[in-house]
């Protein structure tokens, strides 16, 4: 089992700055995949950004048309975290942001992700 917890989320101005961090324990593996998902209200689920090992000490990041260019995933192995830092953040921004651990390498669907943190709430105000 992988436990996630997600911090970071609070309330910003539309074109402001968060960093999300995403806490794993447990049975992590640098070979894990992580993604971070968001749910706007009466909204789907969606993917917005990945970070998947891509072999050695390489690892591939791939992103939301949304939030290209202003997103940014990395992770930290020897802390076992997973970070997002979201800048010039838009009101379409707003929602409940996940972190999610997958134990496949190519995980590319929600369906894929194993684990799930409990979520942290992003408002982006005008």
């Known amino acids: 089992q992988v436990q996630l917890v997600e911090s970071g989320g609070g309330l910003v101005q539309a074109g402001g700055s968060l960093r999300l961090s995403c806490a794993a324990s447990g049975r992590t593996s640098s070979r894990y995949s992580m993604g971070w998902f968001r749910q706007a209200p009466g909204k789907e689920r969606e993917s917005v950004a990945a970070v998947r090992w891509s072999g050695g000490s390489t690892y591939l990041a791939d992103y939301a048309d949304s939030v290209k260019g202003r997103f940014t995933i990395f992770r930290d192995n020897a802390k076992n975290t997973v970070y997002l830092q979201m800048n010039n953040l838009k009101p379409e921004d707003t929602g409940i942001y996940y972190c999610?651990?997958?134990?496949?390498?190519?995980?590319?669907?929600?369906?894929?992700?194993?684990?799930w943190g409990q979520g942290t709430q992003v408002t982006v105000s005008l």
């Open positions: 999610a651990a997958s134990s496949l390498v190519r995980a590319t669907r929600t369906g894929d992700y194993d684990y």
